[in-house]
């Protein structure tokens, strides 16, 4: 491992108690159960809080979709988009780091995962930190939370996850699913349509 590595985590997740399986997905899709598809999607959707290992690093460093810039978050949170809210909930929550270099210090690996999956200018990408991060890496309101963070992080095939996050193994799982419920969904409806 080079200095700027940050270390992977090589343990594994207890997924015993994790909300799917691709048995249960088969059976459904078997059934054409297009509402347990659907509750299965929901419940898919939702990561249990018990795989986050407490480190901080989703709070220390975070981004906003990926890759906008602070300008162009603030400018959402001030449209009628429907990630509008969600805009104006982030910049309340994060502040801006002053350069990526200083963010570079901190996390260079989730760095460079979010510049090499940007769609724009990677030197435009805005990175942030939490308003309610205590020096000792702990959240100041953590009782308090908002909604977004106690449901955070959210499956989806652009999710960047810090390295070693207790999140990414489900995560990936879990949209991994989605996308086959997803596929079969739109495959039955073609069928119905045609």
Known sequence: MTSNQEPEDTSLVDVTALPSSSADIDAMMARDDFSGLSTKIEALMKLPQSLCKIRGNCCRVATFKGSLSYEDICALAHSDHKDAQNAQDFVTLFEPYASQD??????????????A??????????????????????????????????????????????????????????????????????????EFAG
Request: with cysteine; hydrophobic share 35%; aromatic share 12%.
């Open 102 to 115: 200083a963010v570079r210090q901190i996390a260079p690996v989730f760095v460079d995962r979010v510049r």
């Open 117 to 190: 999956a940007a769609d724009g200018d990677p030197d435009a990408i805005s990175f942030f930190k939490c308003r309610f991060l205590g020096e000792g890496g702990g959240c100041l309101v953590h009782e308090d939370r908002p909604t977004g963070c106690r449901a955070y992080p959210f499956p989806h095939e652009k999710t960047i996850y810090h390295p070693g996050c207790g999140f990414e193994r489900q995560g990936r799982q879990n949209w991994k699913q989605v996308q086959t419920i997803v596929a079969f969904l739109e495959r039955r409806l073609s």
